[in-house]
């Protein structure tokens, strides 16, 4: 599947696409080689042009256009959230995304990313428990059993040492299909009764809810001294899981300022609440956990330059693996400033195929 680098094509992936690419590498092994991307960009921070997403907001949900970019190349993911779409069996959230060259504006990759999404979450999530829960963390509450779930459960088993598993979902039947798809992966798995029983000895909590209001799904009263939280669920304005005397009373960790003030756990809190962005803990510029009996949070709401990663492993796995297809998303021209004749519209009959230089073109010969 090679480009054609004389004319402008693009590599398409699909969902039957990447999820080859699953098969072929193993769910875990993608996880960790997009958690490695992530950790590579996130240490190269100044080289990006940042911004906060823009949002398009109804009573129903939210859709979102994510860009940034490089000095080479420029990704953006278009993303949805809604959090009552498995009522009609539709996702709650669905995603693509684009890679193009900066030097031309060509588009080289369209890229399903609802996948990519999943997991490029969960190795951003892992990567932060990595450097923000206990070291010995061996235990997880997962609340909220749905997409995203297993792969958070993969991705904290293989990057951060999770052993145990203690599930709560409001839908019985969710936590069910959870338990069910993690059988055989190593995991010992408890479905608890409610969130409170879930997160009681947890190491971490993970909580991957959806639903549009400030919830308060973790209270103080179900904190432990030493627990790491891993926020997923609250990230969009008026959509919350965590109390906020839960996040007084620890060090908050985000991906990207300006859009978790405005998307995040810290929205309820005041502009000048301190929280910390996460790449500066992975640049050493500043500390991550500081005592074991800190409680930690990763106020996760999902940033661009984390699809930029995942867009780039898709392109690089899809390569090697030779999956994907070429479309001709540019028109093709053997003259770029011929648009009109890439529309392969017939001359009529009869016309003069000559065209009659401009007024005045000829004047030299006169003169
Ligand atoms: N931070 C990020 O980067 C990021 C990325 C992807 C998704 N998300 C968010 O993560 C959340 C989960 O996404 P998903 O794709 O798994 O959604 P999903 O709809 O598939 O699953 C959500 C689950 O939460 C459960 N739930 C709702 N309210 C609950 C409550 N009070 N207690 C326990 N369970 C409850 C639902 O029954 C459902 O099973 C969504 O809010 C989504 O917007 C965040």
Redesign the pocket.
């Known amino acids: 599947m090679n480009q054609d680098t004389k004319h402008p094509t693009t590599v398409y992936l699909g969902a039957r696409d990447i999820a080859r690419i699953v098969r072929r590498k193993g769910l875990g092994a993608c996880i960790a080689d997009v958690a490695r991307r992530i950790e590579r960009d996130f240490l190269r921070w100044n080289d990006f042009d940042k911004s906060a997403r823009v949002a398009c907001h109804s009573e129903a949900g939210v859709i979102e256009l994510m860009p940034i970019a490089d000095a080479r190349d420029y990704a953006f993911k278009y993303v949805n959230?809604h959090?009552r779409n498995?009522l009609d069996g539709l996702?709650?959230?669905m995603a693509f995304g684009v890679l193009a060259d900066v030097a031309t504006g060509v588009p080289r990759l369209l890229s399903e990313l609802t996948i990519l999404?999943?997991i490029r979450?969960a190795a951003?999530s892992a990567l932060a428990a990595r450097k923000l829960a206990r070291a010995q963390s061996r235990s997880m509450a997962i609340?909220?059993?749905?997409?995203?779930?297993e792969f958070q459960a993969i991705a904290f088993r293989d990057l951060v040492g999770i052993r145990e598993l203690r599930l709560?979902?409001?839908?019985t039947a969710?936590t069910a299909k959870l338990a069910a798809n993690l059988v055989g992966q190593g995991l010992k798995v408890t479905v608890c009764t409610s969130?409170a029983d879930a997160v009681r000895g947890a190491d971490i909590v993970t909580t991957?809810?959806?639903?549009k209001q400030l919830?308060t799904?973790i209270t103080p009263a179900m904190i432990e001294p030493g627990m790491h939280l891993n926020a997923?669920?609250g990230?969009?304005p008026g959509?919350t899981e965590i109390d906020r005397g839960v996040l007084e009373g620890a060090a908050v960790f985000v991906e990207y300022e300006p859009q978790s003030r405005i998307e995040g756990e810290i929205q309820q809190m005041a502009a000048d609440f301190e929280v910390t962005e996460f790449w500066r803990v992975l640049a050493g510029e500043r500390p991550g956990r500081t005592s074991a009996a800190q409680v930690t949070v990763f106020d996760?709401?999902?940033f661009a330059l984390e699809d930029f990663s995942a867009l780039h492993f898709a392109r690089d796995a899809a390569a090697e693996l030779d999956i994907g297809s070429i479309i001709e998303l540019v028109p093709r021209s053997a003259d770029p400033k011929n648009l009109f004749g890439a529309l392969g519209i017939e001359a009529p009959a009869g016309a003069a195929r000559e065209v009659p230089a401009p007024a005045g073109a000829n004047l030299a010969h006169f003169g």
């Open positions: 959230g959090p498995t996702p709650t959230v999404t999943a979450t951003m609340i909220g059993n749905g997409a995203q779930s709560f979902d409001v839908d969710a969130t991957l809810t959806a639903d919830a799904i997923v669920g990230d969009c959509k996760s709401v999902g």
